[in-house]
Every structure is written in structure tokens, then in C-alpha cells.
């Protein structure tokens, strides 16, 4: 058995990327260190980040760091988890065939975070908030669509339990997770889609009811969906409410159905 | 021997995303097919984007496909190419190194593409060019300098010849191809950092030099950048010219030093 824990280094407060690691280690129940999260561990993550530990400098958070090797990048962070926590299939077409959904749900995750911050992420949304409503518009009527439709083909493709395999791989757990975190941002979007993706629903729902999942999902490890992070709810850049009617109403603001935070 | 030749999958008339498979394919003397440049190819790319092939959907050209296997993502590609051509280590730690290094380029190779569409894809760049102006001021001031010096100091932290290993991985020709996508789209933001990173300027040149890829970019098999693809030649998103002088001249447009194709 492993002793020593795997060390997530990743930004405290938000779920972002570092949520898709989180869920696979506490699926696989293996031990590990949210460092930044806890005393004297944002001062950690930034030396490493200013290339005082070993390995490769990460770019940015999140990383894990494994002794002396530092991987960072959510998706090569998986890959190499994956096969550590049984969380992957040992073959090599089944490998590539993960990383390669897993890539596509991380460009989803780009375009997410992007929708509210096209400009730069170095600006405040309230600086670019017009192109974000531009930028909105093409992301839940086009891209969003286009996503999940494609995840929900392949997921069907695969009888419609996993995405990879017959059993649950890292690729379902960030499924889930961007299910999830496009309720949250884009519930109205979401309600229209939803007839659309029912296999990718289901797959939520029995993800979130995995034993080790749920305890997680309801202990304070696991961070809220929130403004600070890459799934913000803006219920500008949602698309209009169900009671809307008309298609023209699709180009005004959408009702705040919910506070902003 | 391998006998069937690989195929690869890509829009033709831009190197774009493809590059980066086809430079892997074409250092290691690899056999393979550009499927879409090829009489009747786009309708067989057109095909297998539709559903109509083996393996999983691609989401996206590029994708690469070996006997029934597609692999799409331009990431899990050369991750599962490159240990076929030899052009990555055997051990996990080089192998998640790579695929980290490989997926921050990715990340540079995004945002390359949304400084001239920062809205949509879907729109043309004159309908958002008021929004790339102010996206490429990010990109050319703060995001280039950041991933480049990182890429800089990763190499340096290496010995400055390879960035993973001993030998020339498939790293090195993204590096490769990244450094000449970006001097061609903003030569002038490239001329001002070209002392901030003189070990990825040798490793271009290195790379260029090398028999075969010299053999290939001598070929008609080499696509030259131009004002399809994700790396453009637009002078009024890179940095003035030299000769502007003033920290000021960079709010302005810059002189247009080349003509727009």
C-alpha cells in the first residue's frame, strides 16, 4: 500500500480545476493534502510555483506533486493518476480514448471560463462585460450544445453507463462535474438542454450518489460553485427564462432568477 | 515493420492544430496518409466527423486514425503517437512532463487562435476585431512573455537542448512550430522578446535543421501559416514596430510592415 500522500496544490476557495484531481482522489479514497487549503500552504504553492521545489516549474495550479515529480495540467494530471487509482483501463487505445474526451472537456472548461472573462483574465468581468454577453451568446446557443451533444453521442456509443470501459474512469467523474458546474453557471440553458443529454443527467446522479462521492460532496472538502471561480452564475450571460416565450427574447438580458453572490 | 500507413485528419490549407501531429509523423519518417489533402478526403474526414467510421466520433479535426482506433485532441495524439516514434522516453514521469509541457503549449496555441476571434468562432474576425484589439494587448504584453519565458526556463532548467530527456521529443517540434507561429503572426512582439529566450530560438533553428523536417519544409507537404489559420498576420494586433519609440505608441495601431494576405 501507498503511504505517503499525493499534494494538491491548487488556488483555495474555488473548485476549478483542481476539482476534477480532488474527485478522482477521493473516489480512489486515496490519501492526499489539499496544501494550499491548509496553514501556511498558499506560501507553499507559491515557492513552488516560483520554482524552489523539485521537478518541472508548474505553469500554473493545479499540480500534484509525488514525491520529486511536480505534473501539472488537470488533463496530464489525470492521465497519470488515472492508472495509479484504477481509474483508467491498462490498454493503450482505452488511454488514448480518455485523455482525448478528457481534452475536450477541459477546452469546455476554457470556453466556460472565457465566456466571462474574452478579454483577459488579468481584468475584472465588470471591464468586459460586453463582449461577455457577445461572447455568452455563442457559447450557449453554439458551443454548449455542441459539447454536450457530442459528450452524450459518445456516452450513448458506449451503452450509456461509461464513458470508458465497464467501469467508472476519471473521465466520468469530470463529466460530472461539468454537469454540474454548467448547472450552476447556466441553469436555463441547462433546463432547455436537459431532454437533450439524459444519459449524461443519469451519469451525474449515479456519480453523485457513489458512496465515497456523496461523503465527499457533503463534507467541507468539497468547495461551492461560486463567482470567484470558472462556473460563475451571471444571469446576464444565462440564456432568458423558460416563461420568456419568443425566440427574439433570447437576445435581451436573461431575469435574475437568483442572486448573484 | 509497420506496414499500414497512419492517417491523419485535418482541414487542408492550414497548419493549424494539425502541424504538431504532422511534424511527429514526419521526423520519425513515420508512413502516413494527410487524409483531407488527398482526392475525395474531405468527404471522408466529413464522414468520419459524422459518425460513420469506427472508434469514438471525433469531436474536432485534427484526429488521427490507426487501424480502428481515432484518436482526436491534438494532446492525446502525439501522447499515443509518440511512443511509437520514439519520440518521447519510456518512463511515466518523462512521458507526464511531456504531456504537461505539450498541454501548456495547447493552452498558448487557444489563445493564439482567440485574439483574433475572442467572441466566436463562428463570426468572422472583422465582426469582432474591436474586441481582438483589446484581447491581443493581454495576449502580446502578458500572456506570450509568460508562456515563453516559462517554456525558456523549463528548457534552461534542462540543459537547454531538449526538454524532455536526452533526445528530441515531440515537445521539441511543438516548441518548434510555436516559436514560428508566433513570430510570423506577431513579428514584432517576437523581435522584442528575442533576447528573453535564446535557448527556444536555437532549439527552432536546431529543429529546422534536422534532415528530415529540413526535407519536409522544403516539400509542398509544409503548409505556410497565412490568414486562415490560428496563427495571423494581423499588424494591428502585434506591437508596434521598433521604430515607435515610445511606451505609448503601443496603444496605437502598429505600422503595417507586411501585407495582409
Redesign the interface.
Known sequence: MRQAPYELYYWPGIPGRGEFVRLALEEAGAPYVDVARMPGGMRAMASLLR?EGT???P?APPFLKDGD?V???T??IL??LAPRLNLVPED??SR??A???Q??IA?LV?EAH?VHH??????YYED?RT?AK??A??FTK?RVPK?LG?LE??LG?RGGVHFIGDSLSYVDLSAFQIVGGLSYAFPNVMARLARRIPLLLALHDRVAGRPRVAAYLASDRRLKFNEEGIFRHYPELDAPGSHSGSAAASRRSAPVKRARK
Chains 1, 2 share one sequence.
Open positions: 520554482g521537478g518541472l516549474v505553469f515529480l505534473v501539472a495540467q488533463a496530464a492521465a497519470y493503450d487505445p488514448a480514448e485523455l482525448q474526451i481534452l475536450t477546452d476554457t472565457d474574452p478579454i483577459a483574465s488579468s481584468l468586459q463582449a457577445k461572447r451568446e455563442s453554439e459539447f457530442w453521442r459518445v456509443g
